[in-house]
């Protein structure tokens, strides 16, 4: 180590004395020369050097340094220096965030720092480390904050901490600030503001906030116009702008003919901006929970506003269905049903009428109403075009009547008149679709046909029920529709159009159909009259047991008399007349034919079956039809379309042969995928053997290894069996010491929870016999005192039983008679004579006699 330094113009050095363990400091320039007692601690290393307008902080900064002695370092204390001339570092001073000596200039660049320049309208927040004395004479305690306003320079003290630069909050034009207070302080104003409090900062410019000030935010102005206004809610009991006092809660309007602009106040809310509501001419409005002239909401109350008209809606109060609504214009061909909600006197055309409460009128058009607030508008009704033979359901609410309006005409229904729904079953409602009949169980039925013709395109868009219900019946057809509320029945013949009244149904008719004829297949409205022609097919047995099917055709009509009651009901006397005729026809031809053998019947069979089916007259000529008496049915002739036979033996021979024919197709068929199935079974048996062989190798293999696993697996459990049972005797020895411990710590929670009852006992029996004992200390008490004042009031009765007079002379009487006297009262001469007794009677009397002397 070099023992001569050399120092350069600014620089020092710190070298210490070993011996006396002084450091000290060297400033160049000089050469310096090492003693052997000396070292370097500090090599040389330029002075401090601030320029102007900056500073930097020493810590431990050092006073009264004397060369070769100890100085004093002021530990953990800062020193702040300005501009001025350079300096070095006393032993053990240091700068605040200098990395340390490195003999550059440089590694100062981080401690040297600017002065604080705090701006116009700006400030710099300060924080008080310290306690200690301003350079105006203001006392600062550790804690305190404060700041400065700019425009200034900062000259920082060691005691104080620079918190941040305050930049202010420009308020425009139209604009306020709201603050808030911290703690409790005094503003800029002199006003005094306590914790929480807020306030509002109008005056347009840059504003700083205090350091006890938050800045919530910035509130703009709302400019009103004569069409709007807001409406403001009370946070808090507060008295407003206008001087009017608001409790909490409390909602107001304030509309542009009131003020131009609005500035937001603190404990008032903005709830909503609102809107003059506009009444045109045609529109009404209705305000529900109108105001009063005091502005408060009167609950329930309802007022009509009529264009032109423009209002607010105030705090509580609203629109009717929620918007302006339109008059009602009504056309000729409209009105509307009205009514009364609470009674009021109406100004009609005619002059006024009263109207009551659930009153019910009607006005129709041409006309715009505005209904008053005391009417309900029920609906608004059209007239009801209606054509020839169409017609609407009418019911009298009042009454409960149905009435068919039937067209041509414009129909108006009343006020006490609504439109009524006629119900029709599901089954006539199916047949009117598909124009009176219907195919039960989907047969194929002829007769289906016939009703395409009476199909109503109306009715399949779907039946208005309201709508009287039309059915278009056929030609040469008739209809049965019955009354149910008068219990009669009409028939209707084809071609004509049916229309049912509110309480007429039709009359619907269950037909047999198909071949042979089944009962309930075809559904109608309506009843064939004929001609028409019935096919069926019967099963016939001749005399020789010959079973033959023969499929007839029946020609008939129905005989009636238009314009008779009688003669028209009696066609539907037989729900199902094809299913009866064939009934009656069938029965007379199998009879017949049962007695011909089948030879005869073969040669004769169109006359066989005419005469069964028509009979013969008394001069033995073929009848020329067949009438039903019962409903006036008229078979007119019969058509034989087919004889075939139906015998089963016939029908099992040919069975049989074709069931032959199927057998030997089928076994041919059997042999070939026999001998197929043969081979592939040889096939499949070789690739089989093969496979066992190879199966059998790959075997052998996977028992090689299987014994080689075997044999390790032997000697694993042998070792893993030595080793489970050592485990297991260790674990039962731990499990032994285990229960024990547990065993012993059982045993004394029981002797302890012993003891403690015991201690309970003892304890509750010890203040049971304390409370005992006091009872009896109180009764003996009790009873003592009972005694003392038994024995009080007794000598009181005694004296007051003696009287005056008598003291007077016991008083005046020797002792030896005073004691006489006492024994005649029954004392004892122990209680006169003792002068322990708490009463002396000898001195009782001659006091009370004085007293009654004196007296």
Known sequence: ????????????????????????????????ALRTNERLVVEPTPMVIIPPGHYCVIKDP???YIPGKACELRLGQYEVKLHGAPFPLYPGESLVDAPGFLHSQSNYSKAIKLLPCVKANYAIRLYAKLDHEEDDGTKREAGDKWQLVGPITYIPRPEVEIDKIVEPCTIKTGEALRIKALQDFTDRSGTERVTGEEWMICTPG??????????????????????????????????????VKRAAGEEWLITGEDVEEYYPEIGITLVSEEKKVVVAKGQF??????????????????????GYCTFFLHPGEKLETGKVQNAHILSDNEALVLQADEEFVDITPKGKVRRKPGDKWMIKGPAEYIPPIQVQVVIKRSEIPLSKNEGIYVQDKRNGTVRAEMGPQSYMLEENEELWDKELPAITELLLKQGGGTSIGGADIRKMAYFEQSIDPQILKGRIKSRVVNYRCPSNTAVQVYNYLDKTARVVFGPDLVVLGPHENFNVLSLSAGKPKVAGALRSLCLMLGPDFITDILEV???????????????????????????????FSVPDFIGFACRQIGGKIRGTIAQIPFDEFHRNSAQIIQMAVFGMDEDENLNESLKFETNNLVISSVDIQSIEPSDVKMRDSLSKSVQLAIEISTKSIEAAASHEAERNEQIARGNLERQKLLNEMESEKERTKLLELQATTAAVESTGQAKAEAQAQAERMLIECESEIEAARLKAEAEEIEHYAKLETQDEMRTKELEYIRAQDELEISKEKGIAEIETNKFNDMVQAIGSDTLAAIATAGPQSQINLLKGLGMSSTLITSGDSPVNLFMTAQGLVGNRLSS
């Open 1 to 32: 180590m070099n023992s001569i330094i050399g120092l350069k113009p600014l620089q020092f050095i710190h070298i210490l004395d070993q011996n006396t363990n002084i450091t000290r400091i060297e400033i160049g320039p000089q050469t310096i």
């Open 285 to 306: 409005g209705v305000v529900v929970n109108c105001v009063d002239k005091n502005l408060k909401p009167q609950l329930g109350k309802r007022q009509l506003r009529k």
């Open 541 to 571: 047995e001749t005399s020789d047991h010959a079973r033959l099917r023969i499929q007839l055709a029946f020609n008939n009509h129905f005989e009636y008399e238009i314009g008779n009651p009688e003669s028209e009901t009696k066609i």
């Open 206 to 243: 840059a504003y700083v906030p205090d350091v006890f000030e938050e800045v919530l935010k910035v509130e703009r102005k709302i400019t009103l116009t004569p069409d709007t206004g807001i409406r403001l809610q009370a946070t808090q009991t507060v008295i407003d702008r206008s001087g």
């Open 62 to 64: 050092c006073s009264n």
